[in-house]
């Protein structure tokens, strides 16, 4: 939080002056201040000392000015006339403004549209201060409020504002709501989400912030805009209406007691009167305290706003940006950034460079003190610039420059270019990396211009051209990452360690790891074609008594009927862990959206059937994720095992299934056909999938302990932690971006494999033991390295990647370079293929069409070594899903399995992967819908969770 605490510093300093400007005016019942006493926000730094004792931790700048100030009750949308003294010191004048009909009743119409600014996954606040509707876009939906309020939650990214990362989980963002009500007596609350931090004042002398919030709740509308003027006058009687926080610690307790009682962080209403309209702030001196932040200051008279109530100095004024200055904000709307401006027109930040053939050399320029650049060609030529300007088209025979060193510098003029208009949100990222030409990456380095989905690709629309400084320019839609970060506020590269709080002993026989050799039974089978099919055989076995499952997500339809046909049978157990990583707060908690999807059942219903059918014979938990739980990210394991229970309360375990795919409709389709009357239209929509059902009692064994210490570890940690992972945004995609891949020339299902032999088997889970057996096996390689996953994800600085997924990559990379058969099939979503084969060629690997290769559909986390092993399950090629967060695998030991997945791997290079980027048309129209905003999907798109966008589902 240092952000805030600097931008409170500065306004500690403003109001310091303000305060010492104006000269004390002490009240007579309480001794007189020996400096002015300023009070700060809330976590923001050190605690205030003076003459009226200590001052809260919890102020945030806001003061009582005389105590014939008190404040009202305010309930079911009106002023409580009991709850203050009508007769006291200087209360008739002020009485008799409220109680002039016209006054009153304009007033109490505007209450509605004031409310308390509540955030989640913050453990440091509940709620930051007051906000309230102002119009002047042209909607009703924007809230303003203070800047030192909003930065409580929210942070400026590289394009527009996005909400912090949470305390303590960092991994997802905080988010807002507005209760417009919040009122003594527990009344029913109004709550409007924070769809969009639209604004935040980044300078000292303007304490202002909008935000967006949902126009619907329910069946509930969001109240109309307040009206603002700008005539306030001298001793104007004058209402701040917000939520004065408890603050009792600063004042004589008596005589606080008499101004706002004892009940806090509830909506009320201070009279009082202007006290000077003239300078750069409006003052008044109605009581406030913290929590006042961002409150309405209301002229009676006028009925309209006059300011937006900021700061106070004890026993001396409060202060409120004046509606002018609000109003000018309408007209110049600094969020947009789109105003029209000067093109970038000179050569700047260039390395000396040679122009023509054959042509004179041209030093670096020289940069004087004045702002004079000397370049030497070899006349010497001196220029003073103004304004940020960029180089245009090199004209003449000068070649384009393709090395890296050149774009770093032609990005790095276009940053301090851009930096010239700092709120316009549509340029995401500006870098230097490789260019796609023609669909395909190619060695040549260039600029290129990341931005927000659905902004326009043409460079003069930024004031851009397509070669700066001699380098190609290129507008792109940033890829998911960036969108995430930028726009959202949510980063994938949060989270750095090899694991969160999890630990488990391996060194404990029931949760050893170790391979296990001898005759194993197994049936290994993929999806679309196979994955359902044999599932259901697997949950229809009815020997057994005890199924015991660690899932991602659990909502095909197919899926739960059989889950609930075992829940029916009398003697049947089932105990569950699950993900259930956004919880039934978000509009869309299972991923049940799309075509494919669409009859999915929500696990909420799912999990209340089991409760009422089985009872006591159903135990499931929640799996505990965040930085600072068990999991950091994910619970993203998909494990079955089937146990017998015998007498003694003795178990025998006897099978299990492990995959890479859920147990959704996309993952399972549900295909009744028999296999070899497929046809490339019955599978074309669905994921890629790799499933082994494994029948050995110890490795059936291993797992169930495994997921059974999961469940109780999980049950446990829910009970002492609070919710540490909130509702994400969902995504909003084009029905027209079709996850399909092309249609095979050659199409082919793969029958399930039938083994029965000796083998040896390597179970793997994370955050156990996956990397470090990885690792091994990579570097076991001598022939051939296949790699099918979903993802292979370094990070944007590279060398920052964690190193428990950075070594198995360098493996890998060294396996390619010496020569052997290194290639990688991966999964292409929203445009995520170019920063992943641009970092992959960064790294030092081979990125061309025969060595990686992508398709829509691919979902499997699969690799296979030489011709004796194969590795199969659902850790996808992340930092996450290396290390931190929960998954499992196996690595077949077994020439047979081997060369099964060997065969479809060739079969899903040749026919369904490809090397060529799709551009941009497919991508632009990207839509984002803050958790609890209005849910209806419009025409033409789909709606995807936040996990799918990014690829980690």
Same mark, same amino acid.
């Given at each position: ?7 409170? *510093? ?35 730094? +050190? ?16 003061? =009582? ?33 409220? #109680? ?75 988010? $807002? ?16 989400? !924070? ?41 104007? !009687?004058?209402?701040? @209406? ?34 000077? +309209? ?31 109530? &900021? ?50 050399? =041209? ?105 700066? *400084? ?38 404990? +026989? ?5 391979? =296990? ?41 197919? =899926?739960?009927?059989? @889950? ?58 929640? $799996? ?15 494990? $079955? ?7 003694? #309360?003795?178990? $025998? ?57 999961? &469940? ?87 060398? #920052? ?10 493996? @890998? ?141």
């Amino acid at each position: 939080m240092a952000d805030s605490k600097d931008d409170l *510093d500065v306004l500690r300093r403003k109001v310091a002056a303000l305060a010492a400007a104006e000269g004390a005016k002490p009240e007579k019942l309480v001794k007189e201040a020996t400096s002015a006493q300023i009070i700060g926000d809330p976590a923001l730094g +050190p605690s205030l000392e003076s003459a009226f004792g200590q001052v809260s931790e919890s102020a945030q700048l806001e003061a =009582v000015i005389r105590w014939s100030r008190p404040v009202f009750w305010v309930t079911n949308d009106a002023v409580d006339d009991r709850s203050v003294d009508a007769n006291g010191p200087g209360m008739p004048g002020l009485m008799e403004a409220l #109680n002039e009909p016209t006054n009153r009743s304009d007033l109490e119409r505007a209450l509605p549209s004031i409310g308390r600014i509540e955030i989640a996954d913050n453990a440091n606040f509940e709620w930051a201060g007051t906000g309230w509707v102002i119009d002047f876009d042209g909607a009703s939906d924007i809230v303003v409020t203070n800047a030192h309020v909003a930065k409580l939650f929210a942070k400026r990214g590289q394009a527009g504002f996005v909400f912090k990362p949470g305390i303590p989980n960092f991994n997802l963002p905080q988010s $807002a709501k507005i209760d417009f009500r919040e009122e003594l007596g527990g009344s029913i609350a109004r709550e409007f989400p !924070v769809t969009e931090i639209i604004w935040i004042s980044q300078t000292s002398q303007l304490d202002v912030a909008f935000l967006r919030v949902s126009r619907n709740a329910g069946t509930d509308r969001l109240s109309g805009p307040l009206p603002l003027t700008t005539d306030a006058q001298t001793g104007a !009687v004058v209402a701040v @209406i917000g939520y004065p926080g408890d603050d009792s610690r600063s004042y004589d307790a008596r005589r606080f007691k008499q101004v706002f009682g004892t009940e806090f962080g509830i909506k009320r209403l201070a009279l009082g009167r202007v006290t000077d +309209p003239e300078h750069a702030s409006i003052t008044h001196d109605c009581s406030t305290l913290p929590g006042n932040s961002g409150s309405i200051v209301w002229d009676l008279e006028k009925k309209k706003a006059i300011g937006l109530h &900021y700061a106070g100095a004890m026993f001396k004024n409060n202060y409120a940006v004046p509606s002018g200055e609000l109003e000018k904000l309408a007209r110049q709307r600094p969020w947009q950034g789109e105003a029209p401006r000067a093109p970038m027109s000179a050569d700047t930040a260039r390395p000396p460079m040679t122009v023509g053939q054959g042509g004179a050399s =041209v030093a670096a320029p020289s940069v004087s003190g004045d702002g004079a650049i000397t370049l030497t060609v070899p006349l010497q030529i001196t220029v003073k610039l103004g304004a940020a300007t960029a180089p245009q088209t090199v004209v003449g025979d000068a070649p384009i420059r393709t090395d890296k060193q050149s774009a770093e510098a032609a990005a790095n003029a276009i940053r301090v270019y851009l930096a010239s208009y700092p709120d316009d949100n549509r340029i995401l990222q500006v870098n230097a990396g490789f260019l796609f030409k023609d669909g395909q990456l190619s060695d040549d380095y260039g600029v290129i211009i990341g931005l927000r989905p659905g902004a326009s690709l043409d460079l003069a629309a930024y004031g851009l051209q397509p070669i700066v *400084d001699g380098v190609e320019v290129v507008a792109e839609f940033a890829d998911p990452e960036a969108v995430a970060e930028e726009v959202l506020g949510y980063s994938v590269e949060a989270f750095t360690d090899r694991r969160a709080r999890y630990s488990r002993d391996l060194g404990d +026989p029931q949760f050893n790891l170790d391979p =296990v050799s001898g005759r194993i039974r197994m049936t290994l089978h993929v999806s679309p074609e196979c994955g359902w099919p044999v599932l259901k055989q697997f949950l229809a076995i009815d020997d057994y008594e005890q199924l015991t499952i660690g899932m991602y997500h659990m909502t095909a339809p197919h =899926v739960v009927e059989a @889950i609930e046909d075992i829940a029916r049978r009398r003697r049947s157990r089932i105990t569950l862990t699950l993900d259930r990583q956004r919880g039934d707060k978000a509009e869309n908690p299972d991923d049940t959206s799309g075509e494919k999807k669409k009859d999915d059942i929500p696990e909420r219903d799912t999990i209340k059937s089991l409760k009422t059918t089985m009872e006591k014979r159903f135990k499931w938990a929640k $799996a505990a994720l965040g930085a600072n739980s068990l999991f950091a990210q994910a619970y993203h394991i998909k494990v $079955a095992v089937w146990t017998d229970r015998l007498r003694g #309360n003795k178990r $025998a375990d006897k099978a299990f299934w492990l995959s890479s795919g859920n147990w959704q409709s996309t993952n399972q389709a549900n295909i009744d056909k028999p296999f070899e009357n497929l046809t490339w239209r019955d599978v074309r929509d669905f994921n890629r999938e790799w499933h082994a059902v494994v029948w050995r009692e110890d490795l059936a064994a291993t797992f169930r302990r495994h997921l059974e210490q999961d &469940y109780e570890d999980c049950e446990a940690a829910l009970l002492t932690e609070s919710e540490t992972v909130g509702a994400t945004p969902d995504v909003l995609v084009p029905e027209a971006v079709a996850e399909r891949p092309p249609e095979p020339t050659r199409f082919q299902v793969f029958a399930p494999l039938e083994l029965d032999e000796e083998m040896t088997v390597q179970p793997l889970l994370t955050p156990d033991n996956y990397p470090e057996v990885v690792l091994e096996l990579v570097e076991s390689a001598r022939e051939r390295l296949l790699i099918e996953n979903q993802s292979f994800n370094l990070w944007s600085k590279i060398d #920052n990647t964690p190193e428990h997924f950075l070594a198995i990559a360098r493996a @890998i990379r060294e396996k390619q370079q010496a020569g052997l058969d290194v290639r990688i099939i991966f999964r292409n979503l929203f445009g995520s293929e170019k920063t992943t084969l641009r970092r992959l060629k960064e790294f030092g690997m081979r990125t061309d069409a025969d060595h990686i290769r992508y398709f829509d559909t691919c979902h499997t986390k699969g690799m296979i070594v030489d011709d004796h092993s194969v590795m199969l399950g659902s850790q996808n090629f992340t930092a996450g899903g290396t290390g931190p967060n929960r998954d499992a695998s196996l690595v077949i030991r077994n020439a047979r399995a081997n060369a099964y997945f060997a065969s479809l791997f060739e079969y899903d290079w040749s026919e369904l992967a490809r090397n060529r980027w799709r551009g941009e048309a497919a991508f632009g129209s990207v839509r984002f819908v803050t958790p609890g905003a209005e849910s209806a999907t419009p025409a033409g798109y789909r709606r995807i969770s936040l996990a799918e966008y990014l690829g980690e589902s």
